[in-house]
């Protein structure tokens, strides 16, 4: 399904799951891109981002806004995929496995690494957290990790880890996350489970976070219209 000429794939959290699961247990690089509206409407206006979508091996399907295009294409969206939502199974097959999970975070960020570790290490006692080292960015030292995290938002997080994969090391698995670390340390509650089931996590969000009103605007007012005037 394409929206705004970019590609998302229509899979369940399951099939999604298991394509990791097959990734982990092999050695090439591969990038997962959670694309919300917020996401599709920037790429249309960021070169650079949107080339990041586009390289990305998977474009799941992360917002409840894209089940509109796919109605009106006719088509039925199998089922939202957040990124918040696939990590706890990637930690339980990282933790099976013996893998290295390594956090590149945002020095501004809610949650520092020393309370990600620790949140992490309480549900998941076995698990291998390291700090993504910066200097693996601009060296060319092998990337010992096999899975990468980053917070950064978009566009960078997209963009950085996109660039991994021209000297990805051991990294098996990249993921851009977003906010989804401080659902894990608690420092920004989750929408209840119900709410997410309405579709309505937009509202939790913006009472949790007035300062993200332009995000929401952007994802519950301008992109369906955008979609429809394109229809």
Not at 25 to 33: K, L, Q, T, V
Not at 184 to 210: D, M, N
Request: hydrophobic share 45%.
């Amino acid at each position: 399904m394409n929206i705004f000429g970019i590609g998302i794939d229509n899979l369940s959290r399951a099939e999604v799951v298991e394509r990791i699961r097959v990734w982990l247990n092999g050695n090439g690089f591969h990038r997962i891109a959670t694309a919300g509206p917020e996401f599709l409407l920037l790429a249309t206006k960021n070169r650079a981002f949107r080339g990041a979508l586009e390289a990305a091996d998977l474009r799941v399907a992360d917002g409840v806004g894209l089940y509109l295009p796919f109605f009106l294409a006719g088509e039925s969206l199998t089922e939202r995929v957040t990124g918040a939502d696939l990590l706890p199974e990637i930690f339980k097959l990282a933790e099976a496995r013996q893998l290295t999970i390594s956090l590149m975070l945002d020095p501004g960020g809610l949650s520092s690494y020393e309370l990600v570790k620790k949140a992490l290490l309480a549900q998941y006692p076995d698990l291998s957290v390291a700090k993504f080292a910066p200097e693996y960015l601009a060296g060319s030292a092998p990337i010992p990790y096999h899975i990468v995290f980053c917070n950064y938002g978009a566009p960078l997080q997209e963009i950085i880890l996109a660039g991994l994969r021209e000297k990805p090391g051991s990294i098996r698995l990249a993921m851009g996350v977003g906010g989804a670390f401080d659902f894990l340390t608690g420092r920004i509650p989750r929408a209840p489970k119900w709410l997410r089931s309405l579709g309505l996590e937009w509202v939790w969000r913006l009472y949790q976070q007035p300062k993200r009103w332009r995000r929401i605007w952007s994802a519950v007012v301008v992109f369906p219209w955008k979609v429809l005037s394109q229809k």
